[in-house]
C-alpha cells in the first residue's frame, strides 16, 4: 500500500457543495444510486437470480405439465392459462422474500450504518430497495410471459388489459415489498428474516386462487381464500389477461394495495428510523 | 470557526431500557489537525461515542459539536464534513471495489466524472487497483479494511473517524495503515482514532482519553499517561507464593506505582527497565532469594486499567498477536 500523496490529491473537494433547493434531485439520484446497487446485487448472486428468475420457470413448467392435468378449471379455460396470470403474482410475493433478506443482511453487515452517515437523502435506502424490486418484477413479467406463451399460454385478452393486469400485479408487488422490508428491518438477521417470512407467504400463495380454482376448497379456507389480497389480485390480473369477467376484483386489489401502501411504508420508514 | 474540531460535554447513551450505561456523561474536545485517541476495552464506550458523533445514533442527553454543528440538530451538515471507517470494515460485497467507491462518492453527492477520478486514485493509493473490478467478497480483510477506509476517504472529508482500523490486522497491515494515517493528518485532517491498542494510541495520538464503563478514566498526551505509568512493566516470577510474598517487600518501592503481585508473580512498573531490573536481582540475591523467570514488556492497556481503575479490563483484551495467530489459523 502507497501511503505517499494520500493527503495532498490533486482532486478538489467538490463534496462539501451548496445543496440548496436540489433535496429532491438528490433524494431521486440517491434513491437511484440504491436501487443500482440492490439490481447489482441480483445479477452477481447467482443464487438470488436463480430465485428470481429460474425457480418461476420450475413452478410454471411443474404446474403445467405434472400437477396441471389433474386440475379442474371452472369455464373451461385451459389450465395453463389459469396458471402463468397466478405464476406471476405468485413471483413477485417470493421475490419480496429478498428484500426483507437483503435488508436484513445491509443492517448485520454494518452497511446501513454507513448510509447513515453520509448525507444522503433518509428515505433513499428503502426507496432504492423498492424501486430495485420494482423493476426485478418488470424483468419477471417479462420472462415469465415469454416462457409462459412457449407452453401455451394464449392471453386473448388483448394489450390494453394486459398492460392494466401488469400494472395491478406491479402495484401490489411494490405494497408487499415495504410490507417485506419492513420485516427484514426487524428481524435479528438475515436467516430470521427469511424464516420470519415463510408463515407470511405460505398461506398467502397457496390458500389462493393462484394455482388452483378455490371452490374445491373447505368451506372455512374458500371464506379466506377467496376475499384475501392476494386471491383478488390474481383474479384481477387473470380476468383481464384471459379476457374472463373480473367482478370487482380489480378495484378490490388496488384498494387493498394502497391501504397496505399506507401503512407499510410509514412502518418501515419508522422502523429505518429506529433500527440503530 | 473553532480550534476543536468536536466538542462533547455529559454525553449519555445507556441500552437495554438503561441498564447498560453505554456512555456515562463523557466529555471531550478534540483539537484540529491531529490524531485523537480514545483507548478503552471492549464495552467502554468507543463505539458509541463514534456513533454518536458520526449522527448515526443519538444521545439522551448532553451535546456535542462537529466542526461547530450540532450533531442532533443539524446531522445533515456533520454528515458532509465526516468520514468513518472501522473494525467491521463494511462494504457491499456483491460490488466491485471500484463500484464500491463509486457508490460512496455518488451518496456524497459529487460529481461523476470527479467520483470516478477520485476512486481510480484511491483504489492506486491503497494497492487495490489490480482487484479494482472484482467482487470484495474475494478480498481478504486487510484488502477489505484497506477499501473501507478508501470508502472513508472518497468526499475528502475535513474529519475521520476510525473505530479499531486495526483490530485483527497483521503487523504489516498494522504498520501501513499507521503510515497511511499520518500523511492524511499532515494533509490537515483531524482523525478521531478508537483502539484497545496502547502501542497504538501511542505512536499516532498527540493527546489521548482512556474510557472504561463509559466514563472518562483518564485523559493527556501518551507521554502524561505513560510517565504516570512508567514505561515499562518489570515481571519477576519466584518458585513459591512464600517468596514472592518476601519478594516483593524487597522490590516494591522500585516501582512507579503500587506493585501487581499475583501468585507467584510480581510486576512492577518502572522507567528504566535494565537499570531497575538489575537493582531488584542485587535485592533478591542478598536476601538469598532465587528467581524462576524474569521478564521486561511494554505496559499494556491491561496494565493502564490496572494502574488507573485498580481492575483489569473486564474483557479479554486480545493482543494483536492473538488474532493474528487466530486468523492464520482459520
Keep these: ?276 | 470557526m473553532t480550534d476543536f474540531a468536536v466538542q462533547c460535554e455529559n454525553l449519555v447513551r445507556t441500552f437495554r431500557e438503561g441498564q447498560v450505561r453505554a456512555l456515562d456523561g463523557v466529555s471531550l474536545n478534540v483539537p484540529s489537525g491531529q490524531v485523537f485517541g480514545l483507548l478503552g476495552p471492549n464495552g467502554s464506550g468507543k463505539t458509541t461515542m463514534v456513533r454518536i458523533l458520526s449522527t448515526i445514533l443519538k444521545p439522551e442527553s448532553g451535546t456535542a459539536t462537529v466542526m461547530g454543528h450540532d450533531v442532533v440538530r443539524h446531522p445533515e451538515r456533520v454528515r458532509r464534513l465526516i468520514g468513518l471507517a472501522g473494525q467491521y470494515a463494511t462494504v457491499d460485497e456483491s460490488l466491485t471495489g471500484f463500484e464500491n467507491l463509486r457508490m460512496i462518492g455518488k451518496l456524497n453527492h459529487m460529481e461523476s466524472a470527479v467520483v470516478v477520478r477520485r476512486s481510480r486514485e484511491l483504489l492506486e493509493q491503497f494497492g487495490l487497483s489490480d482487484a479494482a473490478n472484482r467482487p470484495t467478497k474475494t478480498y481478504s480483510g486487510g484488502m477489505r479494511r484497506r477499501l473501507d477506509l478508501a470508502a472513508a476517504l472518497v468526499a475528502q472529508p475535513p474529519l475521520l473517524f476510525l473505530d479499531e482500523p486495526t483490530t485483527g490486522l497483521d503487523p504489516q497491515s498494522r504498520q501501513d495503515l499507521w503510515g497511511v494515517i499520518e500523511n492524511l493528518v499532515e494533509g490537515g485532517t483531524t482523525v478521531l482514532l478508537t483502539t484497545q491498542y496502547l502501542e497504538e494510541a501511542d505512536r499516532l495520538a498527540k493527546q489521548l482519553v482512556v474510557l472504561d464503563h463509559g466514563k472518562t478514566i483518564a485523559e493527556g498526551t501518551p507521554a502524561e499517561l505513560k510517565a504516570q505509568l512508567g514505561t515499562t512493566v518489570l515481571a519477576l516470577t519466584f518458585n513459591t507464593q512464600e517468596d514472592a510474598a518476601r519478594g516483593l517487600e524487597l522490590v516494591k518501592e522500585l516501582s512507579n506505582v503500587p506493585p501487581i503481585a499475583d501468585g507467584t508473580i510480581i510486576e512492577l512498573t518502572v522507567n528504566s527497565g535494565p537499570a531497575v531490573a538489575a537493582d531488584a536481582l542485587r535485592r533478591i540475591d542478598a536476601d538469598h532469594l532465587t528467581l524462576a523467570g524474569l521478564a521486561l514488556r511494554e505496559p499494556s492497556l491491561d496494565d493502564v486499567f490496572l494502574t488507573l481503575t485498580g481492575h483489569k479490563t473486564d474483557d479479554v483484551v486480545e493482543t494483536a498477536t492473538d488474532e493474528h495467530q487466530r486468523k492464520a489459523r482459520s
Excluded: C
Aim: without cysteine; proline residues 6%.
Design chain 1, 1 to 276: 500500500m502507497s501511503t505517499d500523496n494520500l493527503a495532498t490529491s490533486k482532486t478538489p473537494v467538490t463534496s462539501l457543495a451548496d445543496h440548496g433547493g436540489s433535496s429532491i434531485r438528490w433524494a431521486i439520484s440517491d434513491t437511484l444510486t440504491i436501487a443500482q446497487r440492490n439490481i447489482l446485487a441480483i445479477v452477481r448472486i447467482p443464487t438470488s437470480l436463480v430465485f428470481a428468475l429460474l425457480q418461476p420457470v420450475m413452478f410454471v413448467l411443474l404446474f403445467r405439465y405434472v400437477f396441471g392435468g389433474a386440475i379442474h378449471t371452472p369455464n373451461g379455460i385451459p389450465y395453463v392459462d389459469f396458471l402463468i396470470p397466478g405464476i406471476l403474482v405468485q413471483t413477485t410475493i417470493f421475490g419480496a422474500v429478498g428484500t426483507a433478506i437483503g435488508l436484513a443482511e445491509d443492517l448485520q453487515r454494518g452497511l446501513i450504518e454507513r448510509f447513515r452517515a453520509l448525507p444522503m437523502a433518509r428515505m433513499a435506502v428503502l426507496g432504492g430497495r423498492t424501486v430495485a424490486d420494482f423493476l426485478r418484477n418488470i424483468l419477471v413479467l417479462i420472462v415469465i410471459t415469454v416462457v409462459g406463451i412457449a407452453v401455451g399460454f394464449r392471453p386473448s385478452g388483448g394489450v390494453l388489459p394486459y398492460v392494466a393486469a401488469s400494472l395491478i400485479m406491479l402495484l401490489f408487488a411494490y405494497s408487499l415489498s415495504w410490507g417485506f422490508a419492513y420485516i427484514g428491518l426487524k428481524a435479528p438477521n438475515s436467516e430470521t428474516a427469511q424464516a420470519m417470512t415463510f408463515p407470511l407467504i405460505f398461506p398467502l400463495t397457496f390458500a389462493s386462487s393462484i394455482f388452483v380454482p378455490v371452490e374445491t376448497m373447505p368451506g372455512w379456507l374458500q371464506a379466506f381464500a377467496k376475499n384475501q389480497p392476494v386471491s383478488q389480485t390474481a383474479d384481477a390480473v387473470r380476468g383481464l389477461m384471459t379476457g374472463q369477467p373480473i367482478g370487482n376484483s380489480a378495484w378490490v386489489s388496488i384498494a387493498w394495495s394502497i391501504a397496505a401502501l399506507a401503512i407499510l411504508a410509514p412502518l418501515a420508514t419508522r422502523a429505518y428510523r429506529r433500527v440503530i
